[in-house]
């Protein structure tokens, strides 16, 4: 009976569709571990298809093509280690979310997902059958338990296969990143240790799908709980790992632990790899943005040159009458320490033809938000017609306190392929742009140092649409109305909440009110990376026309 057993590990980055791509890196890492002498070589869950592919699952020419890829994978493979993967797997008329063992040029052993998650960004319960509870599976001489993804969230399917003679977990995953996720996956892991007595393989896919990041963080865990072994965040990477039996069992050879990076890096890094996948999945290499000198568009500047290098980025100000001349030093300056190229294009003659040109329909009635709206409207327009004339992908630049209260002009600066910032909180874009000035990292493809300077972050927030404005004028101070926004969006709270946390509760009704009547404005927004729990978009599904209001 053997004494040791080699695991190579795949935390990559599969593309949602592309099944002969990844296939093709299923099989260089297959290579790497027969090279390596692996006995298994493991990718995460749904790797065949890339994850989350949604209801693009369902469609049978997609799931019965996914089944031959992995068919067509298994003949490649046959001479050398067992391969497991993710993919679909139809058994009559029932879909699974399975892991397949491909040996021998077989398919020699499935396991069929019993847990499907049917919360926040997952709705797999219409997508997928639910397996039963099973038992291991053989790799020579050793049998493995894999619970996949959220099985491991439970500890019936983990306490079966212990039961039915699992010498250890093999947990495929594929984890989507939000705040403080690392630590709820390595709380339930320990669980399933502590629980089972039996050494823990967590294996997370890495990338970017649509608003979705997968951050990797593949881990290891021994009887007992402790950490063996911690893989790299938001980077690809292939990973030997060893087990020996002893008297007591199989145990995990520590290995390397990577560094495991604080809140702030890991929800730049996710933006920055969400920026990069989005890119490069869809097909753009290029992007523009306008740059207005205030802190929002000189941050997604600074994600944008980080993700994609400063020769792919066009920076430009669209300035009006009603545009400082800090802000234009100010705009100047980032584009500047950033690289990138900066355009100046203003936008008074075109307002004013537009002025022009509706004057006999609103002759006799006063100027205002309308008015305001114009410029923001016709700075997307060019924006637009930049992008379309030059192949660049145009960036918005509204953080998820404006997305929150409609604090933005829908067909204006709500224009735009994707919103890296899109979760980001006023509030915490000003705590990630010192972040950003204070901390360089390998994976960063712009320069290190300040390249945000300090007079964009002080200066009180505006929009610049009419003399003097502040955003202050219209909404409560940031620090508050994120506090509230977080009561009523992120923790799904009430005015009671608002007003228990000490918040007026007319304020708090008026912040409350701004978050329905935006509905339809987001329904229309541009998709962005999903950094919490209580993201816009799949993690929030409310209706456009809606009544109801706390009475709270």
């Not at 298994?40 to 031959?68: C, R």
């Not at 049998?143 to 491991?152: H, L, Q, V």
């Not at 969006?489 to 009671?496: H, K, N, T």
Request: net charge negative; with cysteine.
């Amino acid at each position: 009976m053997a004494d040791r057993f080699r695991v190579t590990l795949a935390q990559l980055n599969p593309v949602v569709g592309d099944l002969a791509g990844n296939a093709a890196k299923a099989r260089a890492a297959w290579r790497r571990g027969a090279d390596a002498g692996a006995d298994l070589v493991a990718l995460p869950e749904m790797f065949i298809t890339g994850y989350n592919a949604q209801d693009l699952v369902m469609k049978p020419a997609f799931h019965t093509a996914a089944i031959e890829a992995m068919r067509a994978l298994a003949a490649d493979c046959a001479d050398g280690p067992a391969l497991a993967i993710g993919g679909p797997w139809l058994e009559g008329a029932q879909l699974y979310n399975a892991y397949l063992i491909l040996k021998g040029g077989q398919i020699v052993s499935t396991v069929r997902k019993h847990h499907l998650p049917n919360e926040t960004v997952f709705d797999e319960v219409r997508i997928f059958d639910a397996g039963p509870l099973g038992g291991p599976y053989a790799v020579g001489n050793v049998r493995i338990g894999s619970p996949i993804c959220e099985d491991a969230w439970h500890e019936d399917v983990a306490e079966t296969l212990a039961e039915t003679g699992a010498e250890f977990l093999l947990v495929p995953n594929g984890s989507p990143y939000y705040r403080g996720k690392f630590e709820t996956r390595l709380n339930h892991m320990v669980a399933r240790v502590v629980e089972t007595g039996l050494p823990l393989i967590y294996l997370n896919m890495v990338g970017g799908q649509d608003d979705q990041v997968f951050d990797g963080g593949t881990f290891a865990l021994n009887p007992g709980g402790e950490l063996a072994l911690q893989m790299p965040f938001f980077e690809e990477d292939v990973t030997h790992l060893d087990l020996e039996r002893g008297e007591t069992g199989w145990r995990i050879v520590p290995g390397v632990e990577h560094a495991h990076p604080d809140a702030y890096e890991q929800d730049y890094h996710a933006m920055v790899l969400a920026l990069r996948d989005y890119m490069a999945k869809t097909g753009f290499k290029k992007v523009l943005l306008g740059l207005s000198g205030g802190v929002d568009s000189a941050i997604v500047a600074a994600i944008a040159v980080d993700a994609l290098g400063a020769d792919n980025v066009r920076c430009v100000m669209l300035p009006s009458e009603y545009t400082s001349a800090e802000s234009l030093e100010d705009a100047e300056a980032v584009a500047g320490a950033l690289g990138c190229r900066y355009d100046y294009v203003p936008i008074s003659e075109g307002r004013a033809a537009i002025t022009s040109t509706l004057a006999p329909l609103f002759e006799g009635l006063e100027p205002g938000l309308t008015e305001e709206n114009i410029q923001s409207r016709l700075r997307g327009l060019l924006l637009m017609a930049m992008s379309n004339k030059f192949g660049e992908m145009l960036l918005t630049t509204g953080n998820k306190s404006e997305v929150a209260v409609g604090y933005a002009t829908i067909y204006g600066d709500m224009a735009g392929g994707y919103n890296p910032i899109k979760d980001l909180y006023k509030t915490r874009v000003f705590q990630t742009c010192r972040w950003r000035n204070a901390n360089h990292r390998d994976w960063m493809m712009g320069p290190a140092g300040e390249v945000i300077r300090a007079g964009v972050i002080d200066k009180p927030p505006s929009a610049e649409l009419r003399e003097d404005q502040k955003d202050s004028d219209s909404l409560p101070d940031y620090p508050d109305l994120d506090a509230m926004l977080e009561i009523l969006v992120d923790r799904d709270g009430s005015i009671a909440d608002c007003v228990a946390a000490g918040f007026d509760r007319t304020t708090a009704k008026k912040v409350e009110h701004l978050i329905y009547i935006s509905e339809y404005k987001r329904f229309q927004s541009a998709p962005g990376v999903r950094l919490t729990k209580g993201a816009f978009w799949l993690d929030r599904r409310y209706p456009i026309v809606n009544r109801w209001r706390d009475p709270g």
